[in-house]
């Protein structure tokens, strides 16, 4: 399976902020879409980094209430690990594994396609599981 197949299945809107919004603005957003990360727009491009709750954690430890004034930029992510739309599941389980990570930009030719969070993989894999119990099952009761 293939990250373009989880995009078709969950949709493909992306939610964004400006780099010059504040955290606390981050926060809302990120409250009321009911999501841990936003991929972070700017002068430079539509994809200039990405802010997620981990980021927001980290700065309130560091810097207490103080955190929730300052600017996305100064806490988001900006190397950002994206994966293409061809990219298969098991790869993409591997890379945020790997990087420990939990959100992924899809982006394909330059065009920024969708995010994919482990949330959305796991519910591929337990859907795929789900799929191949009932084949099983079938195959075993035709006997």
Known sequence: MQVKEILSTKGREVATISQDRTVS???????????????????????????????????????????LAKSVADLMSTEVTTCSETTTVDSLMALMTDRRIRHVPVVDNGVLTGMVSIGDVVKCR???????????IEYVSAR
Request: glycine letters at 12%.
């Open 126 to 136: 337990v859907d795929e599981l789900e799929h191949d119990k009932r084949d099983l």
């Open 25 to 67: 603005d981050g926060l809302r957003l990120l409250r009321e879409r009911g999501i841990g990360a936003l991929i972070v727009t700017g002068t430079t491009g539509p994809l200039v980094g990405i802010f997620s709750e981990r980021d927001v954690v980290r700065a309130l430890a560091a810097d207490g209430p103080d955190a």
